[in-house]
């Protein structure tokens, strides 16, 4: 019996000490293991947001119309100077540098787009433009004229480098047809590594209306996307993912906002943005 408690007992004893050597050992590995698991996640979720740590947000671009010359038969935008002040206020306070122009032409317009093209934008993380004017489907309304919006913005696909790869962001307050909508009841309540990328990618296009619907605007207090959008920039900015931010304003513009209108047939009315997005990350604004 004393042999085999003692055969017992050394046997418990190495197992122990032989159990304990090997625990420590296969911690030490799954430890470095679950690091290095860890390390490659973080990694992959890196890739999947952009990079916001620049010295700059970069430039916010401000195009406001509100003048129009008699040829062009479009009427002058009151309220949108409201628009224009709630914008540079609200990117502003995001970390960007406002270039506000008002009543600008059609060539105006192009020279102020090519101007951004060709400059230097290696410090800033991205590039946003505000468009408040009139329009029509796939057109923007300089004071003079129209201009193709795909036109107005071609030189920054692939004509600018140092924003290549980086979010462009355009936010557009026009209409885009004569539409009306009458609603429906409801009844619910940085690698190392070259890459070729395509040259729309990395665009983001908040349009205010769906394409050949009528844009509102109350002449009071500007239009009910650029209001709401900046509302709730300056509420969720810290929270939330910019497609998740876009995302309640289009329910703010759906549900809050309801036309109230002198001309016939015009009252009663809803609109929802249309959100057209080519980021290929996450975009989360700096806390």
């Not at 418990?12 to 911690?27: E, I, P």
């Not at 329009?135 to 913005?153: C, K, N, Q, R």
């Not at 996307?225 to 910019?242: A, D, G, H, W, Y």
Request: include cysteine; charged fraction near 25%; glycine fraction near 8%.
């Amino acid at each position: 019996m004393a042999d085999a408690a003692g055969d017992c007992g050394g046997e418990t004893s190495g197992d122990t000490v032989d159990a304990a050597k090997w625990f420590t050992k296969r911690t030490a590995e799954n430890n470095k293991r679950e690091a290095e698991e860890t390390d490659s996640k973080a990694a992959d979720h890196d890739s999947y947001l952009y990079k916001m740590d620049y010295p700059s947000m970069g430039v916010c671009l401000i195009i406001n119309n509100k003048n129009f010359d008699k040829r062009t038969q479009m009427s002058n935008r009151i309220g949108t100077d409201n628009d224009a002040a709630s914008v540079a206020k609200t990117f502003h306070e995001l970390g960007y540098k406002i270039r506000a122009f008002n009543d600008q032409t059609v060539d105006q317009m192009k020279k102020l787009m090519l101007s951004v093209a060709d400059e230097d934008h290696s410090q800033c993380a991205s590039f946003v433009c505000v468009l408040l004017s009139h329009g029509e489907e796939g057109v923007i309304y300089g004071t003079d004229g129209m201009v193709a919006f795909d036109s107005l913005i071609k030189c920054l696909k692939g004509g600018c480098k140092s924003l290549v790869g980086k979010p462009k962001l355009f936010f557009i307050q026009a209409c885009r047809g004569t539409a009306l909508d009458d609603g429906i009841e409801t009844d619910s309540s940085g690698g190392q590594v070259s890459e070729r990328i395509p040259v729309e990618a990395d665009f983001l296009y908040c349009y205010s209306t769906t394409p050949g619907y009528y844009s509102w605007r109350n002449t009071s207090q500007g239009s009910w996307f650029i209001q709401s959008l900046c509302e709730v920039l300056q509420k969720s900015r810290e929270k939330l993912e910019l497609m998740q931010i876009m995302t309640r304003v289009n329910r703010k513009v759906a549900l809050q906002f309801e036309s109230s209108s002198n001309t016939p047939g015009f009252s009663g009315k809803k609109q929802i943005p249309s959100i057209v997005s080519m980021l290929t990350k996450d975009f989360y604004f700096p806390k």
